[in-house]
């Protein structure tokens, strides 16, 4: 933005005008003048202003909005279908890889066993660019309606008999077992990964597409245009850390005023990703969900309830919660969430936190 002409223009004039002289008649004239000169400038000014070219929109050419995040991303990856892949969630496990590339991270429990220890399911869009993700370990029913209701493939290594009949379902896809092997030091049910070439693999020697197919229910979240404060959300309350009720590994997130996302805390320490630079886990949408499960045996084995409708939860974003109801009517319906009115939830652009906590222990789940 150029000004310098007009304010070298003004320099002039107002020194012929101080030149001039004093009498009491010229002095009411040069004050008009200066007045005009002083008006033209600053007119001249917001013309100039306005004449500013305006900035140039960001090319999204040969891209779309993901329907697991809402970012740009690739146009060619438009019809693939994400995985989801069950991640070890135990101490020993850790770090873990490739969990900074996930669209989507659920954390649920486990077993009613070892102080009710969660496992993640982490979904991927973009797999093809996995490196190194896990490790791996076994899945549970619950995680193949979960995984069903975004029409992804299910990569896991087994589980108990429990999960057959789900398996059998048409609408179900997995892969389980025959990923990379990795030396890593520990025990072999920790060294499982999903590596480079695996899924490729894997779907080659499939009856699986990797586009998606007649299962897909269509798109999930409701992603708003604008950016979701909550501030003037009904019932809204303040959430800079939220503790999950996870005794096992103490499950919390941690709102980061500079990034506007939430961290991820578990063993009471930042989880990071070895696979990339030990980035952060990190979040801009949390959704919590109450809900009701079954244990089936004294082993712990359990299926949470999953399919349901009116119960209560958390949307949580830029440091605000607001209470909502969820509801998911099928084996593949996706899970939607809704305010107080009955209106489905816009949430932010960004990756997502899904955790279902036990109703049981609802009441010490603490946001503050």
């Known amino acids: 933005m150029k000004r310098k002409p007009v304010l070298l223009l003004t320099s002039v004039l107002l020194a012929a005008v101080v030149l001039g002289g004093c009498g009491k008649k010229e002095e009411q004239e040069q004050t008009s003048m200066l007045d005009d000169i002083k008006e033209e400038t600053a007119e001249a000014e917001v013309e100039e202003e306005t004449e500013a070219e305006p900035e140039e929109e960001e090319n999204h050419d040969g891209m779309y909005r993901s329907e697991l995040t809402n970012e740009w991303i690739d146009e060619s990856l438009k019809d693939q279908r994400p995985i989801a892949a069950m991640v070890d969630n135990e101490l020993t496990a850790l770090p873990h890889y490739g969990l900074s590339d996930a ?8 077993s009613t066993k070892n102080d009710r220890i969660t496992r993640l399911m982490v979904l991927v869009k973009d797999w093809g660019k996995i490196e190194q993700l896990g490790s791996i370990r076994s899945t549970r029913p619950t995680n193949i309606l979960l995984a069903a209701e975004w029409n992804a493939v299910l990569c896991h290594d ?19 077992g025959g990923f990379d092997r990795v030396n890593n030091g ?3 049910e920790f060294t499982e990964y999903i590596c480079t070439g695996n899924l490729d693999d894997k779907f080659e020697a499939s009856k699986y597409s990797k586009e998606y197919d007649e299962y897909y229910p269509g798109a999930h979240y409701k ?3 604008d ?11 303040d959430a800079t850390e939220i503790a999950l009720p996870f005794k096992h590994n103490k499950s919390t997130l941690k709102y980061n005023a500079d990034t506007q996302t939430y961290d991820y805390y578990e063993y009471g320490d930042a989880h990071v990703d070895a696979g990339n630079n030990n980035q952060v886990l990190s979040f801009k949408n949390v959704l919590i969900q109450n809900c009701t499960f079954h244990q089936y045996d004294e082993n712990g084995y359990l299926i949470y309830n999953c399919i ?3 119960r209560e939860g958390y ?6 919660a607001m209470p909502i109801t969820w509801a998911k009517t099928g084996d593949t319906e996706p899970t939607r969430y809704f305010d107080k009115d009955g209106n489905e939830i816009e949430i932010n652009t960004g990756k997502t936190y899904v955790t279902l906590v036990p109703d049981d222990g609802w009441d010490n789940l603490s946001i503050q």
């Open 103 to 110: 669209d989507v991270v659920y954390e649920i429990m486990n």
């Open 186 to 188: 520990k025990a072999r």
């Open 315 to 320: 949307y949580v974003t830029n440091g605000k």
């Open 308 to 310: 349901d409708t009116g």
């Open 158 to 176: 087994g589980g108990p008999f429990y999960i057959d009949p789900y398996l059998a379902n048409d609408y179900s896809a997995n892969f389980s």
């Open 223 to 225: 992603f708003s245009e």
């Open 227 to 237: 950016e979701v404060t909550l501030e003037d959300a009904d019932g809204v309350i």
